[in-house]
T-cell receptor
């Protein structure tokens, strides 16, 4: 089975712009979760989608949003980028039970200038 | 709320020796899972091992084993026969049920394997 894929792998944006990141889960996985990793805050949960519905949400401002499509692929969007949004964004997929093992993609490294 | 604590500073181990990475956790969920992930410098988070809260036996996956002590709320990772490729950051994480189904991570431990 192919693993979790994320595109793009690297992004450079400027403050005020918006960005969309994409995640394709492992075939058969219905849950997709997004995490932000920074040196200062570590790994923080953004949100989880299951069967096209947001099932869980972390403590991030409304500038961070996501969605999931019928084929379980997911996108996350960050609007009005700030310098502090520079981070590694990791997507993980699972079958959707709880607790359940989440398998991660390679991540998208976002740099905001 | 769930919490994972990893307090060890950077760890060093000689190639072919065993090493234990410590992890303690806290949760009010009766059903939960404990995980260890490896993150090399490339950034990808690699799943290593899983332990369910109701599992009677400690989990093992090849050279990885999880020393689960429920009463002490600890879930230490043991890597046997260390290899140079084991040098990486290691994260302990947990997830529960419902609103706690997200992964909560510790701060991680850097492991360096010496030849």
């Amino acid at each position: 089975k192919a693993g979790v894929t994320q595109t793009p792998r690297y992004l450079i944006k400027t403050r005020g712009q918006q960005v969309t990141l994409s995640c394709s889960p492992i075939s058969g996985h219905r849950s997709v979760s997004w995490y932000q990793q920074t040196p200062g805050q570590g790994l923080q949960f953004l949100f989880e989608y299951f069967s096209e519905t947001q099932r869980n949400k972390g403590n991030f401002p409304g500038r961070f949003s996501g969605r999931q499509f019928s084929n379980s692929r997911s996108e996350m969007n960050v609007s009005t980028l700030e310098l502090g949004d520079s981070a590694l964004y990791l997507c993980a997929s699972s079958l959707g039970g709880s607790p359940d093992t989440q398998y991660f993609g390679p991540g998208t490294r976002l740099t905001v200038l | 709320a769930q919490k994972i604590t990893q307090t060890q500073p950077g760890m060093f181990v000689q190639e072919k020796e065993a090493v234990t990475l410590d992890c303690t956790y806290d949760t009010s969920d009766p059903s939960y899972g404990l995980f260890w992930y490896k993150q090399p410098s490339s950034g990808e988070m690699i799943f290593l091992i899983y332990q369910g809260s109701y599992d009677q036996q400690n989990a093992t996956e090849g050279r990885y084993s999880l020393n689960f002590q429920k009463a002490r709320k600890s879930a230490n990772l043991v890597i046997s026969a260390s290899q140079l490729g084991d040098s990486a950051m290691y994260f302990c994480a947990m997830s529960g049920t419902g609103a706690n189904s997200k992964l909560t991570f510790g701060k991680g431990i850097t492991l360096s394997v010496r030849p």
